[in-house]
């Protein structure tokens, strides 16, 4: 029921009289050969974008569904994460000392 009535919506206010109007100047510009395949590439294009919208609310339900993560300090876990240890480079006591 809501497709017809977004249908609805689109459409607005015309009439046959301007759809018969809009259809004729379609031919003239493309052609008779090419309107059946101009309005189907336009069906195809019009599926595509319905399909991309369903998979993009799907996936959005989806993300609402999960459970909310818990509360996380991610300063905490950045500041344990830049501590190292010491390098390579560092020299130590023992390696300054000459070999006796």
């Known amino acids: 029921m809501?497709?017809?009535l977004t249908y609805l919506a689109i459409i607005g206010g015309m009439?046959?009289?301007e759809m018969i109007l809009i259809f004729l100047v379609v031919l003239l510009l493309f052609g008779a050969k090419k309107v059946p395949e101009?309005?189907?590439s336009l069906g195809k294009?019009?599926?595509?974008?319905?399909?991309?919208?369903?998979?993009?609310?799907q996936d959005i339900n989806?993300?609402?569904s999960q459970e909310p993560l818990e509360d996380h300090?991610?300063?905490?876990?950045?500041n344990t994460d830049t501590r190292?240890?010491?390098?390579?480079?560092?020299?130590?006591?023992?390696?300054k000392q000459p070999a006796s």
């Open 2 to 4: 809501s497709t017809s």
């Open 15 to 17: 009439g046959g009289t």
């Open 38 to 40: 101009l309005f189907r």
């Open 45 to 57: 294009g019009v599926n595509e974008f319905r399909k991309a919208k369903n998979e993009w609310e």
């Open 62 to 64: 989806d993300v609402m």
């Open 73 to 78: 300090d991610f300063k905490k876990e950045q």
């Open 84 to 95: 190292s240890t010491p390098s390579d480079s560092v020299s130590t006591k023992e390696e």
